[in-house]
Structure formats: C-alpha cells, structure tokens
Nanobody, 115 residues
Framework: FRLVESGGGVVKAGGSLKLSCETS????????LSWYRQFPGREREFVAT????????RYADAVRGRFTISRTDLKNTFDLQMDNLNPDDTATYYC?????????WGRGTQVTVSS
C-alpha cells in the first residue's frame, strides 16, 4: 500500500505549515498513523502519532504544543499542522502507517525553516 506526503516547503521562523499524507491500497481506519522526521546524518525520529479507533494522540517532547496530528479516514488522509516553527524543525518529514505486522512509509517531504 502507498503513502504520499505533501505540503512541505520553506517558511520563516514563527510560521506554520501543514503536511498531508494521502494513503491508498488499504483501509486507513484500522491503522495507527504517524509522522517522523529525519535530520541530515541522523536517525529518523518520532514526531507524532494518532491511534486508530480511539484517536489517541501522542507527541514528541520537542513538538508538543506546537504540532497537531489529525486524521480523516473517509478521505484516506492524515495531517500534521505545524505552528510556531523554528530552524530546529528543519528536516525531511515522513508519514507512516502501522497495523499489527503491516506497515508502510512515505518517501518524505522537506521542511525548511529559515531564521
């Protein structure tokens, strides 16, 4: 199954961006949906997740209070609203879906925050 990110770009510090992930080829509603990011030369790290059924949300400490994850299962999309961005948020952002042993990643979208 397939995940495709969109919405990345360049923004000034203090600004906002909204990333979207469009899913296809599977029933999104059963999946836990997440966003990760990767800085150059570093391992991919967790950003936010939203659980299936309950909609429970969890965030990394670095983004809590600034980023909001949401999902629209009827449209097979989920989003990451990013507010009050700072240069430390500059990274490639990946969407991820997992259900039991099945998982998939998007190819990533670049977010650059200028100071």
């Amino acid at each position: 199954f397939r995940l495709v990110e969109s919405g990345g770009g360049v923004v000034k510090a203090g600004g906002s961006l909204k990333l979207s992930c469009e899913t296809s080829g599977f029933g999104q509603s059963r999946y836990d949906l997440s966003w990760y990011r990767q800085f150059p030369g570093r391992e991919r790290e967790f950003v936010a997740t939203i659980a299936s059924v309950t909609g429970y949300r969890r965030y990394a400490d670095a983004v809590r209070g600034r980023f909001t994850i949401s999902r629209t299962d009827l449209k097979n999309t989920f989003d990451l609203q990013m507010d009050n961005l700072n240069p430390d948020d500059t990274a490639t952002y990946y969407c991820h879906a997992r259900f039991r042993q099945s998982e998939s990643w998007g190819r990533g979208t670049q977010v650059t925050v200028s100071s």
